[in-house]
C-alpha cells in the first residue's frame, strides 16, 4: 500500500505568478508553477531531454518550455509536446487557506 | 486673452475632420468643445462593414482615439445629445443637463437611417444599418438566426448583405427596382453586379416593395404588394438616408432638406455652421465622405481666418467595397440623348467599362471588373477634360499594363491619390522624399491618404516602390512566431497605433491563437514594447528567457556564470583581488578568461548570485543579454608603436555609453587604433578602427555563425563624432531589426546605403539619439537591483524541506 503524504512548501504569496521555484524535499527536486492567484502545478524539475532544470523555464499559458532547448512541456499532465517527446512526473498541489502543500 | 469657444454638435466624420483641420491652422485659436450621442470616439463609419464581416474590430476603425481628444485639449461630452440651442445667449443644452456657451457652433449631426413606415417596422430584429451598435445588434442576431432579408439594394444594403453572408446567414437583398445600385451604376454595370452577388450565395427579389413585416414581438418574414412571402429571423432596413435636421428646425435655423448651408458653411443663424450629410448646398445633401471633407477644410479655414476659396460643390465617385467586386462610379453614367459613350467589354474576364462624353467633354464613367483607371477618370471628369485624353488612358490598357510598369508613374503631381481625404500623388511624392516615409502606415499618420475608405492602398504601395526605387523592399511577410499570422512590422506598427502596453493585450488585441503565446514571441513582444514605450512601460520579467531574467548564464548542468564589466578589458590589481577572493569564498570551480577581454565565473548556484555580486560589486556585464556586450580595446597609442588613436579610452567611453541598453539582438563592439585591428574591429556590430587624423566606424560585422566582415560606414574626425553616429546606429538599429535579428542581418536585409542615407540627416541623427537616451533614463543595473530589492530576489530562492 502506497501512503502519500502532504508536505508543507510555504505559502501562496512566496510564489510569484508565472515565477518557477524549485522545491528540494529529500531526493526529489520539483519545478513549483504559480499559474494564477490560487493555482498550482508542480513537475518534476528535469527535462526528458537533458535534464534541463524547468523551474526556470519560460511560462505560457499551462506550458513551461525548457530554458537549454526549448522543449514544451504540459504542466496540467507533465506530457512532452510534438515535435518532441515524452514526459515528466507531475505531483499534485493542494492549497488550504494561504498555505500549499505537495502530495509526495 | 479668452480663448473663443467653438462647441461642435455630432462627434462623427464630418465634423470631426473639420476640427482636425481646424487645429492644424491654428492650434491654439479656440478652447474645443464636443458633443456626440454615441459612447465612442470618433471612429470610421466608413468601414463598419469589415467589423461586420469580422475582418477588423472596432479599436481598427477608431479615427481619433480618447487621447487625441486629451491631447489636443477637447472636451468630450459622449452620450450627451444637444437638443436646445439658444442663439441670443450662445449656449446649448444637452439631454443630460449640461450646458455650453458657444462663440461659434457646428452642427455635424449626419443623417437617420430611413425607416419604411409599414405595419411591423418596429418589431425586434429589425435593424438599420448606420452605426457601430446596429453592426453588434447584428453581430448578435446571427449567433442565433440563420435567415436575413436586406431590404434595399443600394451600396449600404449589400455591404450589409455581404456582411451577414460572412456571419454564415442565408441572405436575400430586397430591392424595389429592377437593377442594384442604380444611382451608381449603369443597367449593364448593375446585372454584371448582381450575378457576381449571386455566385457569392446572395439572393435577390427584384422589383419587390415590402408591404408588411410579420411577427409578433420578434419579426418572423415580409409580405411584399404581390402578396407573397418571404421567411426571416432578421431584417436589415438599408433604404436610404435622411439629413438629421430636427435640433436645426426646432430652432429657428432654416432647413429644407438639409441645414441650408452657403458656400461658406454658413446657416440662416450668425455663427452657427453645418457639415457633413446634415447640411444642404446649393440644394445637394451629400452622403459620401470626400465632399463632407472638402466641406470640412472650407469652413476650417473660414474658423481659423486663413484666406479660403468657397465650396462650390463636388462630384461624387463612388467604389464598392467589401464584396469582392470591383466596381467605380463618378460623375453622370446614364446615357443620354446628347451624349455618346466609349465602352468596353470582355465577358470572358467580366469587364466592362464606359465612359460618357458630352458636347467632347469626359462627364462621367462606370467601371466593372478592372477599376485602376478610377482615379484617373475621376480627375478627369472633375477637370471637365477633353475626350481626347482618354487616349492616355485606354491606349495604357494594352501597352503600359502589360510592361507591368504602374499606372501610377504616368499621373500628374496634382491628380487626387485618395478622393477620401483629398492627398495628391505630388503631396504624398514629397512627403515620401523629405519625411523619409518608407510605409503606407506612415504616409497615412503624415498625410492622410487610405485613412477612410482603404480604396487607394495598391496606389501609395505603387507609388512608395516608384519613389524609393531599390531603397523600398516589399518585404516577405514572415510572422514573428506561430501564434500569430502578423509579420514584425505589422506588430510593431499595431503596438504604436493602437498604443498596446503589455504583451497580453498584443497578444488579446492581435488575436493571437495562442492566448498566452509562447517561448519565441513573448521575449520579442516584451522587447518591441520596451522599444516602443521606453518610459511607460514596466519590463516583463515573466516574458524573458531565464538568462535575462536571472542576469547571468545558464549551464548545461543548471548552474550559472558571471562574467562582471570590464570595461575596455582594462583591469586592475584591486578588482582581480576581488574577483579571487569571491571565487575562494563560493567555490567557484572555473574561472576564465574570455574572448572578449573579461573574466568569467563559471559553475555559480542560483541561490548564490546574488552574494556573489554583493560582494563583486561591480557592474554587470550583460554577458548573457540582448544588450551590449563588450567593447574590446587594443592599448594604442599610449602603448604601441604603431598606434594613432587614444583606443583604450574610446572603448572605455563606448562601453559606458551604451551599457545596458536592450538590443534586438546583443551587440559587440571593438576598437583598435589602427588598421591592424588588433581589437578585432573588423567583425563588430560596431568596430571602430583609428587612423591618422580620425575614426573608422564599421557596422555589421560578425564573428559567429555566419562570418561577416563589417562594411565601412563613415569615416569622422572626433570622439564625439564616433559616439554619436554610433548612436544613431544602434537605436536606428533597435527601431526597426527584427528581435533576434543581428545587425549582420539587418544591415544585409535594409542596406547598407538606405541606413547612411536615413542617418546622413543631421536631424535624424539627434532625435534617435534623445530616444535612446530616454530608454537608457530608466536603466538600472540588474545585479543591484536584485540585491536592493526584495522581489527580485525571491526569485533566486529554492525551498528546502528536510
Ligand atoms: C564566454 C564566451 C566564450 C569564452 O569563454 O571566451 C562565450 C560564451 C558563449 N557564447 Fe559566445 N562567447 C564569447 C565570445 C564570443 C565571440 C567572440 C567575441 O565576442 O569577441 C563570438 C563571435 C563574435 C560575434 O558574436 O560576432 C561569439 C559567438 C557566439 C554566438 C554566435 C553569434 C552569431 O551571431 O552567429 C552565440 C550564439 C548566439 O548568441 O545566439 C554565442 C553564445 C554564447 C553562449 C552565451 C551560449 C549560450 O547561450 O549559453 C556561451 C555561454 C557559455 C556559458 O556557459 O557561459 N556566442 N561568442 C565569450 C564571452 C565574451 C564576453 O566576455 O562576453
Ligand atoms: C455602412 C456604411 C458604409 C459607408 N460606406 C461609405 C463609403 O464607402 N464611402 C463613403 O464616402 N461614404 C460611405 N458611407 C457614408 C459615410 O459614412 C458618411 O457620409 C459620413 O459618416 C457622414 O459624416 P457626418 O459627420 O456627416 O455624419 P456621422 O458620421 O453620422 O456623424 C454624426 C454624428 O453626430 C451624432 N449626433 C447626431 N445628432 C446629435 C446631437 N443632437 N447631439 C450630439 N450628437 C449628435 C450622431 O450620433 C453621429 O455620431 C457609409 C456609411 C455607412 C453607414
Ligand atoms: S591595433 Fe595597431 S596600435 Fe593597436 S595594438 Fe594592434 S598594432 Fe598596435
Ligand atoms: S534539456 Fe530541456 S530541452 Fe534540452
Redesign the pocket.
Known amino acids: 500500500m502506497r501512503v502519500s503524504t502532504l508536505i508543507k512548501i510555504g505559502t501562496i504569496d512566496e510564489f510569484q505568478v508565472n515565477v518557477g521555484k524549485l522545491v528540494e524535499i529529500e531526493d526529489h527536486a520539483i519545478a513549483v508553477f504559480r499559474l494564477a492567484e490560487r493555482q498550482f502545478n508542480a513537475v518534476e524539475n528535469r527535462c526528458p531531454h537533458k535534464g534541463g532544470p524547468l523551474a526556470v523555464g519560460i511560462v505560457s499559458g499551462d506550458f513551461v518550455f525548457c530554458p537549454l532547448h526549448d522543449w514544451k512541456i504540459d504542466l496540467k499532465d507533465g506530457n512532452v509536446q510534438a515535435p518532441d517527446h515524452g514526459c515528466v512526473r507531475k505531483y499534485d498541489v493542494t492549497i488550504e487557506g494561504e498555505e500549499v502543500f505537495i502530495t509526495l | 486673452m479668452d480663448k473663443r469657444k467653438l462647441v461642435l454638435v455630432g462627434n462623427g466624420m464630418a465634423g470631426v475632420n473639420c476640427i482636425e483641420h481646424i487645429l492644424k491652422l491654428k492650434e491654439q485659436s479656440y478652447e474645443i468643445t464636443i458633443f456626440g450621442t454615441e459612447p465612442h470616439p470618433n471612429y470610421n463609419r466608413i468601414q463598419l462593414s469589415y467589423v461586420l464581416g469580422g475582418s477588423s474590430k472596432f479599436e481598427d476603425i477608431v479615427l481619433n482615439d480618447w487621447d487625441w481628444y486629451e491631447k489636443n485639449n477637447i472636451h468630450l461630452y459622449t452620450g450627451h445629445t444637444v437638443t436646445k440651442i439658444n442663439h441670443e445667449n450662445r449656449v446649448v443644452h444637452t439631454n443630460k443637463g449640461v450646458v455650453e456657451s458657444y462663440d461659434e457652433l457646428i452642427l455635424a449631426t449626419g443623417s437617420n437611417p430611413f425607416i419604411l413606415p409599414i405595419p411591423g417596422a418596429h418589431l425586434s430584429n429589425v435593424i438599420s444599418y448606420r452605426d457601430i451598435k446596429d453592426c453588434e445588434k447584428m453581430i448578435e442576431a446571427s449567433k442565433t438566426y440563420k435567415k436575413a432579408a436586406v431590404i434595399g439594394g443600394g451600396l449600404l444594403g449589400l455591404e450589409a448583405a455581404r456582411g451577414l453572408l460572412n456571419l454564415s446567414m442565408d441572405v436575400t437583398v430586397i430591392h424595389v427596382m429592377d437593377t442594384l445600385m442604380e444611382r451608381q451604376l449603369d443597367p449593364t454595370a448593375s446585372k454584371l453586379l448582381q450575378a457576381e452577388l449571386e455566385a457569392q450565395g446572395m439572393k435577390f427579389r427584384m422589383n419587390a416593395a415590402t408591404e408588411e413585416l410579420i411577427g409578433e414581438d420578434r419579426v418572423e418574414g415580409l409580405r411584399f404588394k404581390d402578396g407573397s412571402v418571404l421567411d426571416a429571423d432578421l431584417v436589415v432596413m438599408a433604404v436610404g438616408i435622411r439629413p438629421n435636421v430636427e435640433l436645426a428646425k426646432e430652432h429657428g435655423i432654416e432647413v429644407n432638406r438639409g441645414i441650408v448651408v452657403n458656400d461658406y458653411l454658413e446657416t440662416s443663424v450668425p455663427n452657427i455652421y453645418a457639415v457633413g450629410e446634415c447640411a444642404e448646398h446649393r440644394g445637394i445633401v451629400y452622403g459620401l465622405v470626400a465632399p463632407l471633407y472638402e466641406q470640412g477644410q472650407v469652413l476650417a479655414k473660414r474658423l481659423a481666418n486663413v484666406e479660403t476659396k468657397p465650396y462650390e460643390g463636388s462630384v461624387l465617385s463612388t467604389k464598392l467595397k467589401v464584396s469582392g467586386v470591383d466596381v467605380f462610379s463618378a460623375g453622370e453614367f446614364i446615357d443620354q440623348p446628347d451624349t455618346k459613350a466609349y465602352r468596353f467589354q470582355d465577358d470572358f474576364q467580366g469587364v466592362y467599362k464606359k465612359v460618357l462624353v458630352k458636347d467632347e467633354t469626359i462627364i462621367g464613367a462606370v467601371l466593372f471588373g478592372e477599376i485602376d483607371e478610377g482615379v484617373r477618370l475621376f480627375q478627369m471628369i472633375r477637370n471637365g477634360a477633353h475626350e481626347k485624353e482618354l487616349k492616355t488612358i485606354f491606349s495604357r490598357t494594352n501597352t503600359e499594363k502589360e510592361s507591368g510598369a504602374p499606372q501610377v508613374i504616368s499621373m500628374a503631381d496634382e491628380e487626387l491619390i485618395c478622393g477620401c481625404n483629398g492627398v495628391s500623388k505630388g503631396t504624398i511624392v514629397q512627403a515620401i522624399n523629405e519625411l523619409g516615409l518608407d510605409s503606407v502606415e506612415s504616409i497615412k499618420g503624415c498625410t492622410g491618404a487610405t485613412r477612410s475608405c482603404g480604396g487607394c492602398k495598391p496606389l501609395v504601395q505603387d507609388l512608395l516602390q516608384c519613389t524609393l526605387g531599390d531603397k523600398f523592399q516589399k518585404v516577405e511577410k514572415e510572422p514573428i512566431c506561430s501564434c500569430t499570422t502578423l509579420s514584425r512590422d505589422e506588430v510593431v506598427e499595431a503596438i504604436r497605433a493602437m498604443k498596446l502596453t503589455s504583451t497580453k493585450e498584443v497578444m488579446n488585441v492581435l488575436e493571437w491563437n495562442q492566448e498566452n503565446g509562447c517561448s519565441k514571441c513573448r521575449p520579442a513582444l516584451n522587447y518591441y514594447l520596451g522599444m516602443a514605450w521606453p518610459k511607460e512601460y514596466e519590463d516583463e520579467r515573466t516574458s524573458r528567457f531565464v ?1 535575462e531574467r536571472l542576469h547571468a ?4 548542468d543548471g548552474t ?2 558571471v ?1 562582471p564589466r ?1 570595461y575596455g578589458g582594462v583591469t586592475s590589481p584591486e578588482q582581480m583581488r576581488k574577483i579571487a577572493d569571491v571565487a575562494d569564498k563560493y567555490e567557484i570551480p572555473m574561472v ?9 565565473l ?1 559553475g555559480v548556484k542560483k541561490e548564490d548570485l546574488p552574494n556573489v555580486w554583493a560582494d563583486l560589486d561591480m557592474p554587470s ?4 543579454a540582448k544588450a551590449l ?2 567593447v ?1 580595446t587594443c592599448v594604442g597609442e599610449n602603448f604601441c608603436r604603431f598606434g594613432t588613436q587614444d583606443s583604450i579610452q574610446m572603448g572605455i567611453d563606448m562601453e559606458k555609453r551604451f551599457e545596458r541598453l536592450w538590443t534586438p ?2 551587440v ?1 563592439m ?1 576598437v583598435s587604433a589602427c588598421p591592424r585591428n588588433c581589437a ?1 574591429s573588423g ?3 560596431i568596430g571602430v578602427v583609428g587612423v591618422d587624423g580620425g575614426w573608422e566606424l564599421y557596422v555589421g ?6 562570418l561577416r566582415g563589417g562594411d565601412l560606414f563613415i569615416k569622422v574626425k572626433t570622439r564625439e563624432e564616433v559616439l554619436e553616429w554610433s548612436a544613431a546606429f544602434v537605436q536606428y538599429y533597435r527601431e526597426t531589426a527584427k528581435y ?1 535579428e ?1 545587425t ?2 539587418w544591415v544585409e536585409r535594409v542596406g547598407l546605403e538606405h541606413i547612411q542615407e536615413v542617418l546622413k540627416d543631421e536631424g535624424t541623427r539627434a532625435e534617435l539619439i534623445k530616444r535612446m537616451d530616454e530608454a537608457l533614463e530608466s536603466s538600472k543595473d540588474p545585479w543591484k537591483e536584485a540585491i536592493e530589492e526584495r522581489s527580485v530576489r525571491q526569485m533566486f530562492e529554492k525551498v528546502t524541506v528536510s
Open positions: 538568462n548564464n545558464i549551464q548545461k550559472y556564470s562574467v570590464i576564465k578568461i574570455t574572448g572578449g577581454q573579461r573574466i568569467d563559471l556585464g550583460y554577458a548573457y556586450r563588450t574590446k539582438h546583443k559587440k571593438a578585432e567583425i563588430k556590430d560585422g560578425n564573428g559567429g555563425v555566419h533576434l543581428r549582420s542581418h
